[in-house]
């Protein structure tokens, strides 16, 4: 099964919504599927856990210390709601289409590069100047646990913005590397900071955004950075569009910060407000993996996805928790919007946990399997 076997209209077809529990989430997660795309689902999972497996087995990758034991067990519940209220489906696209605007994509953003803007973000820029309402609020959650090194550099280039409507959290789980020092430096300049040990990135992460009351929002690795601007450019897109997610670009640079090595952009078309694909999304291995969509911080979405979504990260995913959060986010049916804007930057280090070694594909093949169960649970509602 792949994008092209997915029946054009289905994404315009969806006649109910589903709340599923029983993950860990605050609120229940939203699910916009129906019958023949459920199938579909289940057909994409067997795909890639026999691609993820052939690749494990190839590349003999071992299973990280952090995912020894026995995996979680979840008792999932699923409700069917009427369609309507939170129905993100305004502005859908076939699945199918995706690689083909992305031809186009590409070379809007090659003329968008040499005009430095393209036309609808100049607009957007001229609109929000003669005053078309207040600044959005933002909301920015730093996680942060002994890189000092990075530290204050990312701090910085959130708070260095000046954003006018700006709401900052960090959170650290109780760094002994001179890191809390850095934070505290940096205090008064926070809405709120939590210094206590955490059980892992996601729960750091939980404990952040609990705190948030942004209309938009995003995180921030401490060894990652926001682009000077970033936050304005986030502000005017989502004040004009409204997008549950905002998408620009994401260079890649070296540890020292100087070295550029790429520059990414997903593929989804630029300049226009779509319905992601989820069973795109859902192609790990075939989409994901190609880089058809988000680097983590170049991607900012708004609260009423967030909540639709679960209002959570997975504590129990060590690896891929911002995969997971997109794709469920696609589920919901989140409308995505692409600008040429860079918004963030990701640092390439030694340390990261997935520069290299590849072991995340023993958790994805897990997630898959988790995604699998959760769609035959949607199929038997």
Not at 24 to 53: K, N, Y
Not at 103 to 128: C, I, T, W
């Amino acid at each position: 099964m792949n994008r092209h076997d997915i029946p054009a209209n289905s994404a315009q077809s969806v006649p109910y919504t589903f709340a599923v529990r029983g993950y860990g989430e605050r609120v229940p997660a939203h699910v916009q599927l129906e019958g023949p795309e459920l199938d579909a689902a289940m057909a994409v999972c067997d795909d890639e856990i026999a691609l993820i497996v052939a690749k494990i087995r190839a590349d003999q990758i071992p299973i990280p210390a952090a995912l020894e034991g026995d995996r979680p067990h979840f008792e999932v519940t699923v409700e069917r709601l009427a369609a309507g209220g939170d129905d993100f489906r305004l502005f859908a696209y076939p699945p199918a289409n995706l690689m083909a605007k992305s031809v186009a994509s590409r070379l809007l953003r090659r003329l968008g590069a040499l005009v430095g803007r393209g036309p609808r973000e100049v607009q957007a820029r001229q609109e929000l100047r003669e005053g078309d309402g207040p600044w959005p609020k933002i909301s920015v959650v730093t996680v942060s646990f002994n890189q000092a090194k990075y530290l204050e550099a990312s701090i910085r280039s959130v708070l260095d913005q000046d954003y006018p409507n700006l709401e900052y959290i960090v959170v650290d789980g109780g760094s002994t590397d001179g890191s809390v020092e850095i934070i505290e430096r940096y205090r008064d300049r926070c809405d709120s900071v939590i210094i206590e040990p955490d059980r892992g990135q996601s729960d750091a992460l939980n404990k952040g955004f609990a705190r948030t009351t942004g209309e938009t929002m995003n995180w921030l690795c401490s060894d990652d950075l926001l682009e000077p601007g970033s936050l304005h450019e986030i502000g005017r897109v989502y004040q004009l569009t409204r997008a549950d997610i905002i998408a620009g670009g994401c260079k890649r640079i070296g540890e020292s910060g100087n070295m550029h090595h790429h520059l990414h952009h997903t593929r989804l078309p630029l300049h226009e407000t779509v319905r992601l694909a989820p069973l795109d999304m859902l192609h790990f291995m075939r989409s994901w993996q190609a880089s058809n969509y988000f680097f983590q911080p170049e991607v900012f979405f708004s609260r009423r996805v967030w909540e639709a979504s679960g209002a959570y990260f997975k504590e129990h995913l060590f690896y891929a928790m911002d995969y997971d959060l997109w794709l469920r986010m696609a589920l919901a049916g989140a409308t995505g919007h692409h600008i040429p804007a860079t918004i963030g930057c990701s640092r390439v280090h030694a340390a990261q946990k997935t520069q290299a070694d590849r072991q995340y594909l023993h958790q994805m093949r897990a997630l898959m399997e988790e995604y699998k169960a959760m769609f035959a649970a949607l199929n038997a509602a």
